[in-house]
């Protein structure tokens, strides 16, 4: 069982920072891709960024690219998120996600963070 524990999420205004951290129970991540998803209340979850556990390949989604950079590092078994120049439509739970493909689509990534709230203010 993988575990998937979210950090780093709060306040912050229009124009600022975040870097989101998703750490993993366990090493044996290195055969998956880890995933950045994202949920607003009253919408469906939608994709923001996915990365392979090695780093060597990423992708984002086109509403974030220039923004938000996502990483990894393997030592530390964790995943980041930077945001940057965050906006109000930002605003949602942020939640990491681990699976075999890389992949926009949700229902292929099979474990799940808790989720971090993430809100930016006008």
């Known amino acids: 069982q993988v575990q998937l524990v979210e950090s780093g999420g709060g306040l912050v205004q229009a124009g600022g920072s975040l870097r989101l951290s998703c750490a993993a129970s366990?090493?044996?991540?290195?055969?998956?891709?880890m995933g950045w998803f994202r949920q607003a209340p009253g919408k469906e979850r939608e994709f923001v960024a996915a990365?392979?556990?090695?780093?060597?390949?990423?992708y984002s989604a086109d509403l974030v690219k220039g923004r938000f950079t996502i990483s990894s590092d393997n030592a530390k078994n964790t995943v980041y998120l930077q945001m940057n120049s965050l906006k109000p439509e930002d605003t949602a739970v942020y939640y990491c996600?681990?699976?075999?493909?890389?992949?926009?689509?949700?229902?292929?990534?099979?474990?799940w963070g808790q989720g971090t709230q993430v809100t930016v203010s006008s």
């Open positions: 996600a681990a699976g075999r493909i890389m992949t926009m689509h949700p229902d292929s990534y099979a474990y």
């Open positions: 366990r090493r044996a991540l290195s055969s998956y891709v």
């Open positions: 990365i392979t556990w090695n780093g060597a390949t990423t």
